[in-house]
């Protein structure tokens, strides 16, 4: 009962934290910015409209933002949060769930190529490269996991006595899968210095030009999904950085959320002290991110028998 | 075992009818495929009692009076015959409508009697229990299916790659046969039951030489070279048949090789593990780099023959260490991945062979939109590529998580063992994402869009019995991911009689196999709500049409979209050196340009290495023997008889 509270108020704060970064680079660059609760207010707009869609599109067009938000609360669902367990879960389910956003990612790309637009197609082969790559470091992430509690789920990995987490056997080797992971964080969900969620030019984007053509609810749904997708990241990272065993209920849920908060704040010191990367320096942007998390698993050799 | 020589029997009468009915043409082609899905089903009925009871059947039969011929059904054997007798009724069907030249009709007939010798020697070749059965069903296997590749013998293309098949085939074959040889010289029977008996090293010797020899029918990297020369020359339902169900028969042999030997030495299991990630990764970069539909689909074929490798070789790390799960869930992941790859790539290359035949042309870039124009076609080969990316709730998932719970049971050891494992788990995640990507492009380029030629513009459905197989196996994919339990069930009962696996505690793969089925459906119920909700959503909106946004530019062409050589460009180019990109571009030299060319291809270099290599050396030592070759009759009989007598000399 607790979890599925939990899981359901993920589900309504996660359009709050992108706010937080906007409000993160607007403070760095010395502006106002959006309000905080900006994205609802987008959220409730776009849902409120109608759509247009292309004459060269087909029903993949349309499958592209239910199943990538399918996806997206699929995994919201496997994953403990503010101190509970997660609603589902199995010996296993981190695969399936990788997976599961291998799928949604799958039609997104598929929807781009519907279009048949060329800027899209070009969104399309990078998102199509580059998560390939960050799959390389989330899978090693998977082996380290593995053989420092010996479990496939993540409630196994980030809930209970046996959770993985800084304070904890092994945490030094955390730092880098930290690392490795805020990197691979910010490649999928298409941030700097990656991809620019707030450029004007569709040549240099990767996931906003796949959307270029949705619009109304399908829009809505997708930039929902993103939210979802980033909170889950940053979740991963948050019970990282979590001790595990804290004091039950309330507090371990406002603790959650603080360092949630900071690592949200983190992303928008990232997006406004750097600059985004030429296409071609990104592979191995990604790479490094597999270095370090390789150089890790193999670490865990010496430091777990 | 009786059941099964009917079921022989009857795929034979089907393979001599049509060639006394070929006058009739439409008659000829339904009794064909109406007698050879009798065969198939009267096969598959023999597998039950099989698969249940403990003791398999046998056979043996005496020829030549010295050569004995023997047939035994143990549960490896029948779980490689369900594929056998599942897809070959289905491509038979499916032959139909794809050959429907009337003129050509006596052609077709042949082509069928090869098809059902073809077929019955796969049977033979899963069931065989001695050295001679074994090499007398490969040799009929692989010359059918030489007949078979080279149908539309009028075409050089078709002619060369129909030589460069056989060339392979036979070369492997010699392999086989020498392993069979050696394997006599120890033991001095031919009878496979005292292999086991044979010293270490010459064990080694004889899986090296299998591992060759099959390893050129299955397409392991960088044996796989026929595969993308072969498949596109051949008919689709044909090439459906090589990729999904007969290139499996190597797989079949490394594993039988593997049981009789009987060794557990690491070596094996590091090999196959080894060539298996080789394959995987490289078999889906080529077919990345590739813009022929069909060639783009061999190389898939290489990728997945790699990951059946990575299990099997996990499978046999698992019994090198005394590890019971990781054993029985690599070759489980192994055999799955066999059965489930079966049905997408003979889908696929059904659903490439549709789209041939409607639009006359194999290369991606000039086809598009196909979606709206063939929508079972495009439906199906959808559901065909998410499965073979890997992704749930299909069934490319299921085998794919079964081979990485192996993997993962194998990170507790240290050590090499330790660092294949985690390198099998990452190549895995590279491979699906790749394939993924790879399949975006296919479906994106060819059946999404608009149409990039007016033959792709024209294109419309195919016949009835095209599009019937492929919504069957479409469906095939959707139930084993989401009722994967019979299926698995099967796979495990396909390791039955291998004594070198340990049982494993029992309901472990219940268990796991039950909450993959509850994540498919979960997943599959989410969608189903969210897809309502998004009808809800769009109740009373006002829903407009209009082109797609060109990001300002007003006079958009379809040739302006993006193609299938852009898309995979930079994936292609970030695996070099494995991969030899060579571009020809003439430059723009002029103040005012004329005409330029532009063309990039992407070059494997197991074919420019074998040539350069293997083939070009040889050529030049056989050079100087040429005079050998005189056309004198006289003194080839002369050749003969000397032969002979040195022969005789040794005797």
Same mark, same amino acid.
């Given at each position: 009962?607790e979890?599925?509270v939990?899981?359901?108020?993920?589900l309504?704060?996660a359009?709050l934290f992108?706010g937080v970064i906007n409000?993160?680079?607007a403070?760095?660059a010395?502006?106002?910015?959006?309000?905080? =609760?900006?994205?609802?207010?987008?959220?409730?707009k776009?849902?409120r409209?109608?759509?247009?869609?292309?004459?060269?599109?087909?029903?993949?067009?349309?499958m592209?933002?239910?199943?990538? +938000?399918?996806?997206?609360?699929?995994?919201?669902? +496997?994953?403990p949060?503010?101190?509970?367990g997660?609603?589902?879960?199995?010996?296993?389910?981190?695969i399936?769930?990788?997976y599961?956003?291998?799928?949604?990612r799958?039609?997104?790309?598929?929807a781009?190529?519907?279009t048949?637009?060329?800027?899209e197609?070009?969104?399309a082969?990078?998102?199509a490269f580059?998560?390939?790559?960050?799959?390389?470091?989330?899978?090693t992430v998977l082996?380290i996991f593995?053989?420092?509690?010996?479990?496939?789920?993540?409630?196994d990995?980030?809930y209970?006595?046996?959770?993985?987490s800084?304070a904890g056997p092994?945490g030094?080797? =955390?730092?880098?899968?930290?690392?490795?992971? +805020?990197m691979?964080?910010l490649?999928e969900?298409?941030?700097?210095?990656v991809?620019?969620?707030?450029? &004007?030019?569709e040549?240099?984007?990767? &996931?906003e030009v796949?959307?270029?053509?949705h619009?109304?609810?399908d829009?809505?749904?997708?930039e929902?999904?993103a +939210?979802y997708?980033?909170?889950?990241?940053?979740?991963?990272?948050? &019970?990282?950085?979590?001790?595990?065993s804290?004091?039950?209920?309330l507090?371990?849920?406002?603790l959650?959320?603080?360092?949630?908060?900071?690592?949200?704040?983190?992303?928008g010191?990232?997006?406004?002290t750097m600059a985004r990367?030429?296409?071609n320096l990104?592979p191995?942007?990604i790479?490094t991110?597999?270095?370090?998390v390789?150089?890790a698993?193999?670490?865990t050799?010496?430091?777990?028998? | 075992?009786?059941?099964?020589?009917?079921s022989?029997?009857v795929l034979?009468?089907?393979?001599v009818?049509?060639l006394?009915?070929?006058?009739?043409?439409?008659? $000829?082609?339904?009794?064909?495929?109406?007698?050879?899905?009798?065969?198939?089903l009267?096969?598959l009925?023999?597998?039950?009692?099989v698969l249940?009871?403990?003791?398999p059947?046998?056979?043996?039969?005496?020829?030549?009076h010295v050569?004995?011929?023997?047939c035994?059904?143990?549960?490896?054997?029948?779980?490689?015959?369900?594929?056998?007798?599942?897809i070959?009724?289905l491509a038979?069907?499916?032959?139909f409508h794809y050959l429907?030249?009337?003129e050509e009709?006596?052609?077709?007939?042949?082509?069928?009697?090869f098809?059902?010798l073809?077929?019955?020697?796969?049977?033979?070749?899963?069931c065989?229990n001695?050295p001679?059965?074994?090499?007398?069903?490969w040799e009929?296997?692989s010359?059918?299916?030489f007949?078979?590749?080279?149908?539309?013998?009028?075409k050089?293309e078709t002619r060369?790659?129909?030589?460069l098949y056989?060339?392979?085939?036979q070369?492997?074959?010699?392999?086989?046969?020498?392993a069979?040889?050696?394997?006599?010289?120890?033991t001095?029977?031919?009878?496979?039951?005292s292999?086991?008996?044979?010293p270490?090293?010459?064990?080694?010797?004889?899986?090296?030489?299998?591992?060759?020899?099959f390893g050129?029918?299955?397409?392991i990297?960088p044996?796989?070279i026929w595969?993308?020369?072969?498949?596109?020359?051949?008919?689709?339902?044909?090439?459906?048949i090589?990729s999904?169900? $007969?290139i499996?028969m190597?797989i079949?042999?490394i594993?039988r090789?593997?049981i009789?030997?009987a060794d557990?030495?690491?070596?094996?299991?590091q090999?196959i593990?080894?060539?298996?990630m080789?394959?995987?990764?490289?078999?889906?970069v080529?077919?990345?780099g590739?813009h #022929?539909i069909?060639?783009?689909?061999?190389?898939?074929?290489? %990728?997945?023959?790699?990951?059946?490798?990575?299990g099997a070789?996990?499978?046999m790390?698992g019994v090198?260490?005394g590890?019971?799960v990781?054993?029985a869930?690599g070759?489980?992941g192994?055999?799955?991945?066999v059965?489930n790859?079966?049905i997408f790539?003979?889908?696929?290359f059904?659903?490439?062979?549709?789209?041939?035949?409607?639009?006359k042309?194999?290369?991606?870039?000039e086809?598009?939109?196909?979606?709206?124009?063939m929508?079972?076609?495009?439906?199906?080969?959808?559901?065909?590529?998410?499965?073979?990316?890997?992704?749930?709730?299909?069934?490319?998932?299921?085998?794919?998580?079964l081979?990485?719970?192996?993997?993962f049971?194998?990170l507790?050891?240290t050590?090499?063992?330790?660092?294949?494992?985690?390198?099998?788990?990452v190549?895995?995640?590279?491979?699906g994402?790749?394939?993924?990507?790879c399949?975006t492009?296919?479906v994106?380029?060819v059946?999404l869009?608009?149409?990039?030629?007016?033959?792709?513009a024209?294109?419309?459905?195919?016949?009835?019995?095209?599009?019937?197989?492929?919504v069957f196996l479409a469906?095939?994919?959707?139930?084993?991911?989401?009722?994967?339990q019979?299926?698995v069930?099967l796979?495990?009962?396909g390791l039955? #009689?291998i004594?070198a696996?340990?049982?494993?505690?029992?309901?472990?793969e219940?268990?796991?196999?039950?909450?993959?089925?509850?994540?498919?459906?979960?997943?599959?119920?989410?969608?189903?709500?969210?897809t309502i909700f998004?009808?809800l959503?769009?109740?009373k909106? %006002?829903v407009?049409?209009?082109?797609?946004?060109?990001c300002?530019?007003?006079?958009p062409?379809v040739?302006?979209?993006?193609?299938g050589?852009?898309?995979?460009?930079? $994936?292609v180019?970030?695996?070099?050196?494995f991969?030899?990109?060579?571009?020809?571009y003439?430059?723009?030299r002029?103040?005012f340009p004329?005409?330029?060319t532009?063309e990039?291809?992407v070059?494997d270099?197991?074919?420019?290495?074998?040539?350069?290599?293997l083939v070009h050396?040889?050529?030049k030592?056989?050079?100087?023997?040429?005079?050998?070759?005189?056309g004198?009759?006289?003194?080839y009989?002369?050749?003969i008889v000397?032969?002979?007598?040195?022969l005789?000399l040794?005797i």
């Amino acid at each position: 009962m607790e979890s599925i509270v939990s899981f359901a108020i993920a589900l309504l704060v996660a359009p709050l934290f992108p706010g937080v970064i906007n409000k993160v680079k607007a403070f760095v660059a010395g502006k106002q910015g959006p309000p905080l =609760l900006m994205k609802y207010y987008t959220l409730v707009k776009l849902f409120r409209k109608g759509s247009v869609y292309s004459t060269s599109s087909s029903y993949i067009f349309k499958m592209g933002p239910t199943v990538s +938000f399918a996806a997206s609360i699929m995994v919201l669902l +496997f994953i403990p949060m503010a101190g509970t367990g997660a609603v589902f879960s199995f010996y296993g389910d981190v695969i399936v769930l990788f997976y599961i956003m291998g799928i949604g990612r799958f039609f997104t790309i598929a929807a781009a190529l519907d279009t048949a637009s060329p800027f899209e197609g070009m969104g399309a082969a990078r998102e199509a490269f580059f998560s390939t790559l960050a799959e390389a470091t989330i899978f090693t992430v998977l082996i380290i996991f593995f053989r420092l509690n010996g479990s496939l789920s993540f409630a196994d990995y980030f809930y209970g006595a046996q959770a993985i987490s800084l304070a904890g056997p092994g945490g030094a080797l =955390l730092i880098l899968v930290i690392v490795a992971m +805020f990197m691979v964080l910010l490649t999928e969900n298409s941030r700097v210095p990656v991809d620019d969620p707030q450029t &004007h030019l569709e040549l240099t984007m990767i &996931h906003e030009v796949m959307i270029l053509d949705h619009s109304g609810p399908d829009l809505a749904l997708i930039e929902l999904a993103a +939210f979802y997708k980033l909170f889950f990241y940053c979740t991963f990272i948050t &019970h990282l950085l979590l001790p595990s065993s804290l004091a039950g209920g309330l507090e371990n849920g406002l603790l959650f959320y603080c360092v949630l908060t900071v690592m949200y704040i983190a992303v928008g010191i990232t997006e406004s002290t750097m600059a985004r990367f030429k296409m071609n320096l990104v592979p191995k942007y990604i790479l490094t991110s597999f270095t370090l998390v390789f150089f890790a698993a193999i670490l865990t050799m010496g430091f777990v028998q | 075992m009786d059941t099964l020589f009917i079921s022989l029997a009857v795929l034979l009468t089907g393979g001599v009818l049509p060639l006394l009915l070929h006058r009739q043409f439409k008659l $000829m082609k339904a009794g064909a495929i109406f007698v050879t899905t009798v065969g198939c089903l009267i096969g598959l009925a023999t597998l039950f009692p099989v698969l249940q009871d403990t003791g398999p059947p046998a056979f043996s039969l005496s020829w030549l009076h010295v050569l004995t011929l023997s047939c035994k059904i143990d549960s490896l054997s029948a779980f490689f015959l369900v594929p056998i007798f599942l897809i070959c009724p289905l491509a038979a069907l499916y032959g139909f409508h794809y050959l429907e030249k009337r003129e050509e009709s006596g052609r077709i007939a042949v082509n069928y009697c090869f098809f059902s010798l073809l077929l019955l020697s796969m049977v033979l070749v899963v069931c065989a229990n001695s050295p001679i059965t074994f090499a007398l069903a490969w040799e009929i296997m692989s010359l059918s299916s030489f007949f078979l590749v080279v149908y539309e013998f009028q075409k050089k293309e078709t002619r060369s790659a129909g030589y460069l098949y056989f060339v392979f085939a036979q070369a492997g074959a010699m392999c086989i046969f020498a392993a069979f040889g050696l394997i006599f010289s120890y033991t001095g029977s031919f009878s496979f039951d005292s292999i086991d008996q044979l010293p270490a090293q010459a064990k080694l010797v004889v899986f090296s030489l299998a591992l060759i020899g099959f390893g050129s029918k299955a397409g392991i990297f960088p044996l796989h070279i026929w595969l993308p020369h072969a498949h596109p020359a051949a008919p689709s339902h044909i090439s459906a048949i090589m990729s999904g169900v $007969m290139i499996k028969m190597g797989i079949y042999g490394i594993l039988r090789f593997y049981i009789l030997l009987a060794d557990t030495s690491l070596i094996f299991g590091q090999t196959i593990l080894i060539a298996g990630m080789v394959s995987g990764i490289l078999g889906v970069v080529y077919a990345l780099g590739k813009h #022929d539909i069909k060639r783009l689909l061999a190389y898939h074929s290489v %990728e997945n023959i790699g990951i059946i490798l990575i299990g099997a070789g996990l499978g046999m790390i698992g019994v090198s260490t005394g590890s019971p799960v990781m054993a029985a869930f690599g070759f489980a992941g192994s055999l799955l991945h066999v059965l489930n790859h079966s049905i997408f790539k003979s889908l696929l290359f059904m659903g490439a062979g549709a789209v041939l035949q409607k639009t006359k042309t194999r290369h991606v870039d000039e086809l598009g939109g196909l979606g709206k124009r063939m929508p079972i076609t495009g439906k199906t080969f959808l559901i065909g590529s998410v499965s073979i990316s890997g992704l749930p709730p299909f069934n490319g998932f299921i085998s794919e998580f079964l081979i990485y719970f192996a993997a993962f049971h194998g990170l507790v050891s240290t050590g090499l063992t330790f660092i294949l494992a985690s390198l099998a788990i990452v190549s895995l995640a590279v491979i699906g994402g790749l394939a993924a990507a790879c399949f975006t492009k296919v479906v994106g380029i060819v059946f999404l869009g608009e149409p990039r030629s007016a033959r792709a513009a024209r294109a419309v459905e195919v016949g009835w019995t095209m599009t019937a197989p492929m919504v069957f196996l479409a469906v095939l994919c959707l139930v084993i991911g989401v009722w994967p339990q019979p299926f698995v069930r099967l796979a495990f009962l396909g390791l039955r #009689d291998i004594a070198a696996i340990l049982p494993i505690q029992p309901g472990i793969e219940a268990e796991l196999v039950g909450n993959l089925a509850f994540a498919s459906r979960l997943f599959l119920a989410l969608l189903a709500a969210i897809t309502i909700f998004r009808k809800l959503l769009y109740i009373k909106k %006002e829903v407009g049409a209009g082109p797609t946004w060109g990001c300002g530019f007003t006079q958009p062409t379809v040739r302006m979209q993006y193609t299938g050589t852009s898309y995979a460009r930079s $994936m292609v180019e970030f695996f070099q050196p494995f991969v030899k990109i060579r571009t020809v571009y003439s430059g723009i030299r002029k103040i005012f340009p004329g005409q330029t060319t532009y063309e990039t291809r992407v070059n494997d270099i197991a074919e420019i290495g074998m040539h350069q290599y293997l083939v070009h050396p040889l050529v030049k030592i056989l050079e100087r023997l040429r005079w050998i070759q005189h056309g004198h009759i006289q003194l080839y009989i002369a050749y003969i008889v000397l032969t002979i007598v040195v022969l005789l000399l040794f005797i």
